[in-house]
C-alpha cells in the first residue's frame, strides 16, 4: 500500500523523528512510504527507506508558534504558506494514498490549520479516499480555551477514521492531557510508545562513564548548557560531553567553549542513542523521544522540562517519569549548578529501573492498525 505522513516540526525535531520512524516501519513491512515535511531539514535523523519530501521550511519565533518564519528569518506571508500547501496537494495527487496520517493536527499546528485542511478535502474528495489518520503523541499540550477541544472534535469527526496514541495505556492515556470527548474515544487507536529498536552500546564505547548533555535539536538549550559548562568543576572526576543541537549549532558551541569549561561541546550526533548505555548519566529536556530513549536504555537521568511560553507538555511527562527509579526533575526555574550536580548523583546511586512490561512496539502496531483499515476499506 501507499502512505503519505505529513508532518511539520516547528521547534525541535521529535516531531520529524517520530514520523519518519512509522514511515520507516511502513517501509519495512513492504509500503510505499512518503514523509511530507514542513519543518526545517534535520539530516541526521533516519529517513532510511522513506521518500522525504521537504516542503518549503518554516520554524517557530522562539516559543511563539502563531508565528512562523521561514528559512531566510522572514516571517511567512501567504505566498509562501501558499506554496507549501500547493505542494502537499500535488503530493497527494500524484501518490493516490491509501493512508494518510497528519502528525498532531488537528490536536496542535493550528497556525497551519489551512494548509492541513486542504489536503484533507482532496484527500475526501479522491475517487478513492484514503484511510485517514491521525497521529499524535503519549502527551498533549492541554487546550488552552474549551473551544479549542471542540474544534479540534469537530475536525476529527469529519476527516479522520481513526487517532493513533502513540502511548502504552497502562502508563499514561490521553485524558491526562486532553478531554475525550465520546466521539474522540471511539476513535483512539493506542499503539503503545513509538521507538526505533533499542539501542546497542556504542562499538567504539563512545559516551561510557560521561555525564551526556542534550537539548534535542532546536536551539531551546541554552541555559541548560550554559548551567552544565558551569556545574562540571563540581565532578572533576567525571566526564561531561555537551551534544548542541539545532542549525545554529556551530554559533551556539563557540559561545559554550568561551565559557572556559572542561567539558566536551560538539554538534548533536547520530549515533546519540548507542551512547546512552554506556553513560554515567543524561541530562536533557523531557520530550518523546528522549523520555523513550531513557526508558529503554535504563539510564540514570536528569529531566529539565521545557517550559517556556507556557508549555507544559514535557512537565506532565516528567512528573509521570518521576516516581519511576533513577529519574530526577529539575524545573528550569530551579536549575543551578548545585541542583544539578545533586540530581546526578541522586539518580546515579538510585536503584536500575525495570521497564520490561513497558510496549515499546508502537511503529508497527500502528502500521498493522493501518493497514487493517485500509483494507476494511478496500
Not at 529539575?330 to 546526578?344: E, F, G, M, N, R
Request: glycine fraction near 8%.
Amino acid at each position: 500500500m501507499k502512505v503519505l505522513i505529513a508532518v511539520t516540526h516547528l521547534l525541535g525535531t521529535g516531531h520529524l523523528s517520530r514520523a519518519l520512524t512509522l514511515g520507516r516501519a511502513f517501509a519495512a513491512a513492504g509500503h510505499q512510504v512518503c514523509v511530507a515535511s514542513g519543518g526545517f531539514a534535520a539530516p541526521q535523523l533516519n529517513a532510511d527507506g522513506v521518500d522525504l519530501l521537504q516542503l518549503p521550511p518554516l520554524r517557530s519565533d522562539g516559543v511563539d508558534f502563531t508565528r512562523l518564519l521561514t528559512a531566510s528569518g522572514e516571517v511567512a506571508d501567504a505566498a509562501y504558506y501558499s506554496k507549501r500547501q500547493d505542494a502537499l496537494c500535488i503530493a497527494l495527487a500524484d501518490m493516490q494514498p491509501d493512508i494518510l496520517i497528519t502528525e498532531l493536527y488537528p490536536f496542535g499546528r493550528r497556525s497551519l490549520a489551512e494548509e492541513f485542511k486542504a489536503l484533507l478535502s482532496a484527500a475526501h474528495a479522491m475517487p478513492r479516499r484514503p484511510v485517514v489518520l491521525a497521529s499524535i503523541r503519549d502527551i498533549l499540550a492541554p487546550p488552552s480555551k474549551p473551544k479549542k477541544a471542540v474544534q479540534a472534535d469537530a475536525v476529527i469527526a469529519e476527516y479522520y477514521d481513526a487517532v493513533l496514541v502513540h502511548s502504552d495505556p497502562s502508563a499514561t492515556q490521553l485524558e491526562i492531557s486532553w478531554p475525550v470527548s465520546a466521539m474522540l474515544g471511539e476513535k483512539l487507536q493506542y499503539t503503545g510508545y513509538v521507538a526505533p529498536p533499542a539501542p546497542t552500546e556504542h562499538p567504539q564505547r563512545a559516551g561510557n562513564g560521561e555525564v551526556l548533555v542534550s537539548a534535542g535539536g532546536g536551539s531551546v538549550g541554552d541555559a541548560l548548557f550554559e548551567t552544565a559548562c558551569l556545574a562540571v568543576a563540581q565532578m572533576p572526576d567525571t566526564r561531561w560531553r555537551l551534544l548542541v543541537g539545532g542549525s545554529d549549532a556551530a554559533q551556539r558551541i563557540e559561545r559554550l567553549q568561551a565559557i572556559g569549561s572542561p567539558a566536551v561541546i560538539e554538534p548533536a550526533r547520530p549515533d546519540f542513542r548507542q551512547m546512552l548505555p554506556l553513560a554515567a548519566a543524561s541530562v536533557s529536556m523531557c520530550g518523546y523521544n528522549t523520555a523513550l530513549d531513557l526508558l529503554q536504555c535504563g539510564t540514570p537521568a536528569v529531566l529539565i522540562p521545557f517550559d517556556a511560553g507556557k508549555e507544559v507538555e514535557q512537565g506532565l511527562r516528567a512528573q509521570s517519569l518521576k516516581p519511576m527509579p533513577g529519574f530526577e526533575v529539575v524545573t528550569s526555574a530551579d536549575l543551578t549548578p548545585d541542583s544539578l550536580c545533586q540530581a546526578i548523583q541522586d539518580a546515579i546511586s538510585a536503584p536500575r529501573r525495570d521497564t520490561a512490561n513497558l510496549h515499546f512496539d508502537g511503529a508497527n502496531q500502528a502500521v498493522k492498525i493501518a493497514i487493517e483499515l485500509a483494507e476494511q476499506r478496500a
